[in-house]
């Protein structure tokens, strides 16, 4: 037991005085005998040389579906040693290969001898990350929440925060196809932000609302014009070329929505394009692609509307179905969207709705009745449809209550 203090100790003082792993691999490789890799929660490697690599696909899906409150696992098909170091997921990991299960018990201690320097390690890492992050993220709200004394506040913070009043940026906001794990949304930001760098683009990313990813990117100038750079194609380029690195590295799929080029005082404005391009793009089937506002055609031109407007649209066409369905417990507006969502296919509706195609005729003849529209009409389709998305996209963030 004295003996296994003592190397705790020391391994922990060489990283408080050091700052690096060196000492612990180190320990972990002569006393293991085997290949050792120390890694952080978004599969970062942290190794003696100066270049920090990724872990192998294989490894990092270990970390991202890690389950149980044991320390540690045995995957039998990589012949490795899996220590998860601390409660936290921010704490790191130690893979030990090759390790056969019979030498799991020997291994072990070693890595529990190392475990208290490597979890110090990266809790210092994690709370100087913390740190130099507190500025950029309340910068960040203050400008999607458009708080009026941004431009205050820049001049006030223009030694830490790198942003220009006279340029302009956009918002590019990503939204996954599922709910993420806290694990997994702390190693998507982290990667986000090591590949941007490793790309050399000044963006700045971070976590919002628990779901949204979202990138602040300032536009450059054309050295060929000496003007800004007006065209998307390069930022495109980039997005889809990110987006595609994502996929292949967490397996998960998403859609892309970019607002239009403000200066840093309105790009509030940018943010909720982005927002209605990815939840319009979602609900009319074009998911999982990167949209840009311009790209929803005449809805870019609806939603540029404030949202008081908006609400008055929705209102106009729609009012009389949402409190018809709220007294009396009816399902006319669910009956509208699934007849839009079958390319008004009264058949394929009656078959979504598991209804008789007499009862889907008379609820159809019900909207007509209370929206004083008729489906025969273009203009009433047409306005009947905008109305319904601009209602179901409020909805989705949150800017309504359906309820009331």
Not at 15 to 21: F, G, P, S, T
Not at 53 to 63: C, D, G, H, K
Request: contains cysteine.
């Amino acid at each position: 037991m004295a003996h296994t203090d003592e190397v705790k100790v020391s391994l922990t003082h060489s990283v408080l005085e050091m700052n690096n792993l060196e000492h612990v691999l180190s320990y972990l490789r002569e006393s293991t005998g085997r290949n050792v890799i120390i890694s952080d929660y978004k599969g970062t490697i942290y190794s003696l040389g100066s270049d920090q690599e990724q872990l192998p696909q294989s490894f990092f899906s270990i970390i991202l579906n890690w389950d149980g409150d044991s320390p540690y696992l045995w995957d039998e098909e990589l012949l490795t040693l899996c220590y998860k170091v601390g409660t936290s997921e921010k704490d790191g990991f130690i893979f030990v290969e090759p390790a056969h299960s019979e030498e799991c018990h020997e291994l072990i201690p070693s890595l529990e001898k190392a475990s208290l320097a490597v979890k110090t390690y990266f809790n210092l890492a994690h709370s100087m990350e913390k740190l130099n992050n507190v500025y950029t993220n309340n910068f960040i709200a203050d400008i999607l929440l458009c708080n009026i004394n941004i431009k205050e506040l820049l001049k006030q913070n223009s030694f830490l925060l790198n942003y220009d009043l006279n340029n302009l940026y956009y918002v590019c906001i990503m939204l996954t196809d599922r709910i993420l794990t806290e694990i997994e949304k702390q190693a998507l930001l982290a990667y986000t932000r090591d590949w941007l760098k490793l790309n050399k683009l000044d963006i700045f990313c971070t976590v919002w609302d628990n779901k949204y990813l979202v990138h602040i990117c300032p536009t450059h100038y054309d050295v060929k014009i000496l003007d800004v750079d007006s065209g998307w194609k390069k930022s495109l380029d980039n997005i889809t070329r990110y987006h595609e690195d994502v996929r292949k590295k967490f397996n998960f799929k998403a859609t892309f929505g970019i607002g239009n080029k403000y200066l840093i005082d309105k790009l509030h404005l940018s943010y909720q394009e982005a927002l209605y391009a990815i939840h319009l793009s979602e609900l009319t089937g074009n998911g999982n692609q990167v949209r840009h506002i311009y790209d929803l055609g005449v809805y870019s031109l609806i939603f540029s509307n404030s949202l008081e407007q908006l609400k008055s649209l929705y209102k106009k066409y729609l009012n009389a179905l949402i409190l018809h369905d709220k007294v009396n417990n009816s399902m006319l507006l669910d009956t509208l969207r699934c007849y839009f969502d079958a390319n008004l296919n009264i058949n394929e509706t009656a078959e979504r709705l598991f209804l008789h195609i007499n009862t889907l005729r008379y609820r159809l003849k019900r909207v007509e009745e209370l929206t004083n529209t008729s489906f025969q009409k273009a203009y009433d389709r047409t306005n009947l449809y905008i109305a319904l998305k601009v209602y179901d996209v409020l909805g989705r963030l949150e800017l309504i209550d359906p309820s009331q």
